[in-house]
Structures are given as structure tokens and as C-alpha cells.
DNA sequence: CCATCTTTGTGCACGCGTTCACAAAGACAT
DNA sequence: ATGTCTTTGTGAACGCGTGCACAAAGATGG
């Protein structure tokens, strides 16, 4: 998953445990294909394959939001859209912001997902003045120092960072004094936020990084060992070489840029 | 958190917990800015606070990796960034292939991110005959049908999802079928692979929703009341409507846009 | 009206992850 | 060399999430 949460209450919201909450778009996303099909009721067997979860699972899900559901015969599929619409907030419309129109923010605003389920894209914000004006995804950039005015305007309390890295602390402060206090960051640092708002983060690096650990782990079953130069299950400690100056940057990689082909040298320091 | 995990073998891998291989990066990310500043060595409490985690938490993730780190000094930054790259596998060089290069996948291709950390686009796939040959971020698209061939030369294991939710399966499918062990995907719909492949998945408009529960809950904690009209604690079961055809959509929500404040009728059905 | 069959809702147990709290290890000063 | 002080590494307790397994509920057929 791309996802990573950061600074969750953690308690269970209005008796909601956090990992059904994170499902329920899941849910969602199912029924509504099923209701465009017009099925009028699923078992949770078959929501639950075709949202990829465990049955019990669902059932429990759904046991939080109150008895729907007829024994014997399933769950009404439009009866639940609502009730699971509801419940997310998608019955009303909220206005974002999107800060940060460079490739990634510009696809994003392009991306239909967002408009499809009660977003609506209120503003599209960037620091570059050579940006405002031009039309993305059919709305105007606007200059980031209308920012503040802009969420005031239009009621926004969700906003999108979409901006590089360096910027998006400042960017994130800016949105939570104007009044957001829901966060999606693409930008790859961690938000420190007040009490109160919630972050989410999307890094694409990061899940990429994921996979390579366990496809590392795969290719190295298949060769026999358990684990090709990776394996020296306990590596030798740091051992003495506190105070040896900066020249531990030397020792370790080859140099700053090392082979062509990005690989390290297996030695390691003594 | 804009991941979610999907078909996870959940047994710990080598004995590194999913949960602390999900943290690597984001120590990896920090400790990467430590060392561009040539800091020679961070304490658990620093490096935590930079990663936006409990620094307790961060002693026992890195203790799965073994001791490294000194007593009374900290870690070492450089051996610690090589540690937790090798681990990570990010040592070896990873040639993925990016299969739909629309909005979302030329974005993503011009990120820059997936190439920093040993991730090498190796090739841009679309089925649109118009896109092929066009140059995205400097690589030519290619035309789907070479797909196998494409992954077979280039020794490719981890492909990434960017099309269409309708395509996705299809092209996981092939992905799977020509040797690819690990998929990142963008498309919103839930894949199913076989035992062995791994695959993340990114959906935005999920991240936006599980905000959205979360913002409706805090604006309802504000006006008041626990919940506004979502309170009612136990809602009415659906009850007899069984064969009653169709008409469930008509008696559940009000109407289609309800009032100007977006919220529902406290009504439900019989 | 009764029997059977399907499917929900949930009590319970288990395992993973998180956090606390502290002993051990080492640096540093004297 | 010895003592003090800092920081790691980890044992143990706790809580959440998951999955099993089953009783209760209701539909369906006779």
C-alpha cells in the first residue's frame, strides 16, 4: 500500500476501529461497481471477494456501522452505498485546495478520482508565477499568496501538497493557519502538524523501496542461500570509530557516486 | 497513509517485521539529509523526531537489523544508511517497467523520486498506438505488445500499474505471466495475483476519503452534538424490502442533492 | 405453521505491533 | 583507573486487529 499514516489519534473514532475506516472506501469502491450492474443484494462472501478482503472481516466492518444486512439473503447494495457514503462524509461536497501545479500536482488535478466521490477541486495553487493563469485541468493557477484568502473563500478544509520537498513545511503551515485541517502530502517529508489535523502521506519512492525488499528476499530464496551478500546475519558492530573525525563517510560507500551500475562494494568497515 | 497492503504474506520476512520493513525507507529518507549535511552521528530520540516516529519504536525496528549504533553516541550515519540500504536491497540496481503513460504514469515517470534510490525506469509501455514512440521523460513509449519481450531483455521484476482501472487486471495478468514479482499499483481496482507476487497499491481517492471521515467527524464533534445526523446509534435494519425490486434507492436518501449544509435526512427506512 | 437452509452478527482466542521502563554498554571527565 | 552520564538494546505488558467458529435470525419451501 502507498499509504502511511502520520500523527493518528489512534483512539477509535465514535467506536470505529482506524482499520475499518480505511476499508470502507474499499467497500465503496465495490458496491457502487455492483450497483451500476445493478445487482440489487451481494452476500459479504462476494463483497468481500471483490473488495479483497476476508468475509469475517467484512462483517465486522460492517457490524460497526450498525445491523444492515438481512441473514439468510445478504446486504442491499444501494441501501449500503448510502449508508457507507454517509459514513465516509461523501454525502456533502468538499472543496480542496491543491498546492504545488508541477507534474505530479497537474496530474493529480487531471486525475478524475479525485472530483468522482464529493471532491471538488476548488483551486489549483502554485509559487511560480509563470504557472499562474494557465489553465489546468480546466481551472486557472492561481499565485500562492492569494492562498489564505482562497481557503477562507471557499470554505476548504481539506488541502493536497503536491510541491517538492523543501517547501512543503512551509506550505503545510501556511494551509493549517488559514483553517485546513486535513492534509494529503505528496511532498516526500514528514508534516509536523498541531494537534487536531490529520496527515496522510503518499510517497511513491517509499513503496517502491517495499517491493525491492521483498523481491531482494525472493531472488535471494531462489539462489540457495537464504540471503546472497545480504546475508552476515550479525553484522560487526561500529565498534570504535567515534571521534575518527568526518572520515566515516569514507569508509563506508566507495565515493559519492559509486559504479555505473549503482551497486555498493561488499566490504564493510572493519 | 495512501498505501494499503494487498495479498500480504503477513508471516515476517526474515524476521523483519512488515511493519518496521514499511519504516526503512522513511529512516533511510531521513537519514539521507543527515548525511548531505555531514552530520556524523544522530541519537535514536533525533532520528525519530526527524522520521516522525517514537524513538523507542526506532530502536527496536533498527535491533531487527542487529546492533548497530553506540552506546552513549548514537549511529553512525553513513553505516547506518548503508545498513538499511543493503536491507532494503536498494544496493543493486531495479529496472521497472511503468505500463500506461497517461496523466497519471507520464507524472509519474517524470518523477523523479523512483530513479533516485537504485529504481530505473527501464521502459514506458501504452496500448495507445498514438502514444507510442513519444518521448516521456526522455524514454520513447512503447507499444504493448512487446511487453513480454521488453520485460524478458531487461530482466524486469517489479512493474508499475498506471492505467485505467477497466485495463489493469489484463495487464497485470501479462505483467505476472512474463516473470514480474512485485507490482505497484496506481489503477483503482484490487488485483488478483497468485501466491508470490506482491502488490502495493496507491489510490488517491481512498486517502481523500478516509480525510473526509475524519474532517466530518471533527466538524461534528464542533457543532455539538457527538454526531449530527449521524448519531442515530443503531439504525433501523433494512428489514423487509426484500423482493421489493429496485426501489431502495428511492427511499433512502432524500433526494439526490440534499440540503444546502450536506446532510441527510435522519430518516431511514421502515 | 413447521422444517430446513442460507447468511449474518459476534464472542473468543491468537498474534502482531507498540510502548514503557530499565539494565547493560560504552564514552567522557577527573 | 574509576565514577558519572548518556544512550542503546530489549524484556515484558498492553492493546488492537484478525480470523475462527457458531448461534441467532430470517428466508424459503412444503
Keep these: 500500500m502507498a499509504t502511511g499514516r502520520t500523527h493518528r489519534p489512534a483512539t477509535r473514532s465514535r467506536g470505529i476501529p482506524e482499520a475499518t475506516v480505511a476499508r470502507l472506501p474499499l467497500y465503496l469502491r465495490a458496491l457502487t461497481a455492483l450497483s451500476e450492474r445493478s445487482v440489487p443484494t451481494v452476500s459479504s462472501e462476494e463483497l468481500a471477494a471483490a473488495a479483497g478482503v476476508n468475509s469475517a472481516k467484512l462483517r465486522k466492518d460492517f457490524s460497526y456501522l450498525g445491523s444492515y444486512g438481512t441473514r439468510g439473503v445478504g446486504y442491499d447494495v444501494e441501501y449500503l452505498v448510502y449508508q457507507i457514503s454517509r459514513e465516509l462524509g461523501l454525502t456533502q461536497d468538499w472543496p480542496i485546495v491543491m498546492v504545488g501545479i508541477g507534474n505530479l500536482g497537474a496530474a493529480l488535478a487531471n486525475y478524475g478520482g479525485f472530483a468522482s466521490r464529493g471532491f471538488r477541486v476548488a483551486a489549483l495553487i ?19 499568496d492569494d492562498l489564505e484568502r482562497i481557503i477562507d473563500e471557499n470554505g476548504v478544509s481539506i488541502g493536497v501538497i503536491a510541491t517538492p520537498a523543501g517547501a512543503a513545511q512551509q506550505v503545510c503551515d501556511r494551509l493549517v493557519a488559514a483553517g485546513v485541517t486535513s492534509i494529503l502530502n505528496f511532498a516526500p517529508t514528514v508534516l509536523s502538524v498541531p494537534d487536531g489535523v490529520d496527515v496522510r502521506k ?69
Design 126 to 144: 502554485d509559487a511560480d508565477p509563470a504557472m499562474v493563469g494557465k489553465p489546468v485541468a480546466g481551472i486557472a493557477v492561481q499565485f500562492i
Design 202 to 270: 503518499v510517497d511513491l519512492s517509499i513503496e517502491l523501496q517495499i517491493l525491492a525488499f521483498h523481491e531482494q528476499r525472493k531472488a535471494g530464496e531462489e539462489n540457495g542461500a537464504p540471503a546472497p551478500a545480504a546475508a552476515a546475519p550479525v553484522a560487526p558492530p561500529v565498534a570504535a570509530r567515534t571521534a575518527a573525525a568526518p572520515a566515516a563517510p569514507a569508509d563506508a560507500p566507495g565515493d559519492g557516486r559509486n559504479g555505473p551500475d549503482g551497486d555498493m562494494p561488499a566490504v564493510m568497515p572493519a
